[in-house]
């Protein structure tokens, strides 16, 4: 298996049946920002970093991909 595999339980996950399309990631990261601008002030800052941080670290594993 020379593909990356997507966890089972991420979307199009299922051990790497399936990558999921832009239209999907898109709305994944719509329902993930929509969930963090619900939180309380306190945390909501911290969510953001974390989502930043991990959206670098997938853009740094397509570049290694390449």
């Known amino acids: 298996m020379d593909e990356a595999q997507i966890p089972h339980f991420m979307p199009g996950g299922l051990g790497?049946?399936?990558?999921?399309?832009q239209e999907e990631e898109d709305q994944q990261n719509h329902k993930i920002t929509k969930?963090?601008?619900?939180?309380?002030?306190?945390?909501?800052?911290r969510f953001k970093a974390l989502q930043?941080?991990?959206?670098?670290?997938?853009d740094f594993d397509e570049e290694e991909s390449k």
């Open 16 to 21: 790497g049946v399936k990558k999921m399309t």
């Open 52 to 58: 930043t941080i991990a959206l670098e670290c997938r």
């Open 35 to 45: 969930y963090i601008n619900s939180m309380d002030a306190e945390v909501k800052d």
